[in-house]
């Protein structure tokens, strides 16, 4: 039927950053050192050559050494994300694409009609369960507890803000016709947002925790249109706001700790009483 080949199309176009993106070169789109202390020799002889005399990727402590770390980014996530918010923005203006819309709901609800579940609740949430649950089990990720914490909640806010600012400005209507605040999908969002979180921690460990975390992020989606509370190009639209979420975080955060480096850093909940929202805050000490 033509609804699962929409499934499978929107997997093959959020996994390419999942399995692409972990079969490339070591390091392509890792977070790696780029400004280190090697002690007296790299002093000596200068950064530049010091590394070019002991090429490899170099990781060191930061009790014992401070250092820089520098984003480098990759288009592939970035041009994944940019096509399914491009699809599902063009669902507004775009006819066929919004009739694409119906009929996906009408097959979905023509054969599973009496369909309703709440695992998608907390499928969403699996790969960042996962993230922490295999460090606990001692198979580790690119960083420790505080930074992957720290960059975390980065992706959270910005994912949470972009969807609520996105959902108040286009009011689309439910498909059950319960409220107008459709599109994009959040779950979705935060589905995706947790499964790049997981690839990009695990990539260089092994490929396929990435494609699981893509796997109950798809499922999450799915399961957003079979319980009637999204569209099809909301869910799509979600995936990319979650991808580029993760993405921006992992940009942003070595900024930020370049930022503060040579003070002490803490992580405190906040919780703002007027909008009902909680948050974290990154206090710097000098």
């Given at each position: 039927m033509r609804f699962y080949g929409l499934q499978l199309l929107m997997l093959l176009v959020a996994g390419r950053s999942a399995i692409g993106q972990t079969m490339a070169p070591a390091l392509q789109d890792s977070v790696h050192v780029e400004m280190a202390t090697g002690g007296p020799k790299a002093r000596e002889a200068g950064f530049e050559q010091y590394f070019k005399d002991n090429p490899g990727p170099v990781r060191i402590s930061p009790p014992e050494?401070?250092?820089?770390?520098?984003?480098?980014v990759n288009p592939g996530p970035l041009l994944a994300s940019a096509?399914?918010?491009?699809?599902?923005?063009?669902?507004?203006?775009?006819?066929?694409?919004?009739?694409?819309?119906?009929?996906?709901?009408?097959?979905?609800?023509?054969?599973?009609?009496?369909?309703?579940?709440?695992?998608?609740?907390?499928?969403?949430?699996?790969?960042?369960?996962?993230?922490?649950?295999?460090?606990?089990?001692?198979?580790?990720?690119?960083?420790?507890?505080?930074?992957?914490?720290?960059?975390?909640?980065?992706?959270?806010?910005?994912?949470?803000?972009?969807?609520?600012?996105?959902?108040?400005?286009?009011?689309?209507?439910?498909?059950d016709g319960s409220a107008a605040n459709s599109f994009p999908s959040g779950h979705t969002a935060t589905a995706f947002m947790s499964a790049e979180f997981m690839r990009m921690e695990y990539k260089n460990v092994s490929?396929?925790?990435?494609?699981?975390?893509?796997m109950a992020a798809t499922a999450t989606g799915v399961l957003r249109m079979y319980n009637n509370r999204h569209w099809?190009?909301?869910?799509?639209?979600?995936?990319?706001?979650?991808?580029?979420?993760?993405?921006?975080?992992?940009?942003?955060?070595?900024?930020?700790?370049?930022?503060?480096?040579?003070?002490?850093?803490?992580?405190?909940?906040?919780?703002?009483?007027?909008?009902?929202?909680?948050?974290?805050?990154l206090v710097c000490i000098r």
């Open positions: 050494h401070p250092y820089l770390y520098a984003y480098k096509i399914m918010i491009g699809y599902g923005a063009a669902t507004f203006h775009i006819r066929p694409l919004h009739d694409l819309d119906l009929a996906t709901k009408q097959e979905i609800r023509g054969e599973h009609s009496q369909f309703k579940t709440t695992i998608d609740n907390y499928l969403q949430y699996s790969p960042i369960l996962g993230v922490y649950a295999l460090n606990a089990l001692g198979i580790h990720g690119e960083h420790n507890f505080k930074d992957r914490t720290i960059i975390l909640g980065m992706a959270s806010l910005i994912v949470c803000g972009t969807v609520t600012g996105v959902k108040n400005l286009t009011h689309r209507e439910r498909p490929p396929w925790y990435g494609v699981g975390a893509y099809l190009s909301d869910v799509v639209a979600g995936a990319g706001v979650g991808i580029l979420s993760s993405q921006a975080a992992f940009w942003l955060y070595p900024k930020i700790r370049k930022r503060f480096t040579g003070g002490n850093t803490m992580i405190m909940p906040t919780y703002d009483v007027g909008t009902k929202s909680a948050g974290i805050s």
